[in-house]
T-cell receptor, first 116, second 111 residues
Framework: NAGVMQNPRHLVRRRGQEARLRCSPM?????VYWYRQLPEEGLKFMVYLQKENIIDESGMPKERFSAEFPKEGPSILRIQQVVRGDSAAYFCASSPRRRSFGDTQYFGPGTRLTVL | DAKTTQPNSMESNEEEPVHLPCNHSTISGTDYIHWYRQLPSQGPEYVIHGLTSNVNNRMASLAIAEDRKSSTLILHRATLRDAAVYYC????????????FGQGTRLTINP
């Protein structure tokens, strides 16, 4: 059973360009979460999605950032007009169902975004 | 989610037990205690979780105080591969889905 897959693993963009980060959840998982880890900082929640729905986007910056999880295909985190402060590791996690006492989030290896 | 307090760093020797403490004095009755760890340059990894009783799995044990205001993650025989940042996280069974990560404890294992 393949784990959570993220691609690309490393992404370099110049200021003003767009960054697209992809996440394929584990097989059978319909819940996806995105987290960001800035250099020398902790992990911060960004957004929680189910298929075709954004459930919680309380951690998403108000501008330039968007996320989707279509019916078919991977979840996409999109950053428009990137700035140097967007340089970070972006982690995706998936879980099989709505939270119950035992649910667990399974994390991917992350995408390391560098903005020049 | 309620706040947890962990030491910034700890150090231990290979093949010795490691006890990682976590204080959560404001825990509510419906909060589960979860532990994740993050190895260098990797995504976080689930370790263990519990509510009231002590829990064991192949990775670790979780000892929960009787008043639930603190807990301890126990690695029975640490290996070099256990060097990581360990996060103690409280999750309300009916609350938000997101994980709220604190600073965690950076565990160093000496050979």
């Amino acid at each position: 059973n393949a784990g959570v897959m993220q691609n690309p693993r490393h992404l370099v963009r110049r200021r003003g360009q767009e960054a697209r980060l992809r996440c394929s959840p584990m097989k059978g998982h319909s819940h996806v979460y995105w987290y960001r880890q800035l250099p020398e900082e902790g992990l911060k929640f960004m957004v929680y999605l189910q298929k075709e729905n954004i459930i919680d986007e309380s951690g998403m910056p108000k501008e330039r950032f968007s996320a989707e999880f279509p019916k078919e295909g991977p979840s996409i985190l999109r950053i428009q007009q990137v700035v140097r402060g967007d340089s970070a590791a972006y982690f995706c996690a998936s879980s099989p169902r709505r939270r119950s006492f035992g649910d667990t989030q399974y994390f991917g290896p992350g995408t390391r975004l560098t903005v020049l | 989610d309620a706040k947890t307090t962990q030491p910034n760093s700890m150090e231990s020797n290979e093949e010795e037990p490691v006890h990682l403490p976590c204080n959560h004095s404001t825990i509510s009755g419906t909060d589960y205690i979860h532990w994740y760890r993050q190895l260098p340059s990797q995504g976080p990894e689930y370790v263990i979780h519990g509510l009231t009783s002590n829990v064991n799995n192949r990775m670790a044990s979780l000892a929960i105080a009787e008043d639930r205001k603190s807990s301890t993650l126990i690695l029975h025989r640490a290996t070099l591969r256990d060097a990581a940042v360990y996060y103690c996280i409280l999750r309300d069974v009916e609350g938000a889905q997101k994980l709220v990560f604190g600073q965690g404890t950076r565990l160093t294992i000496n050979p």
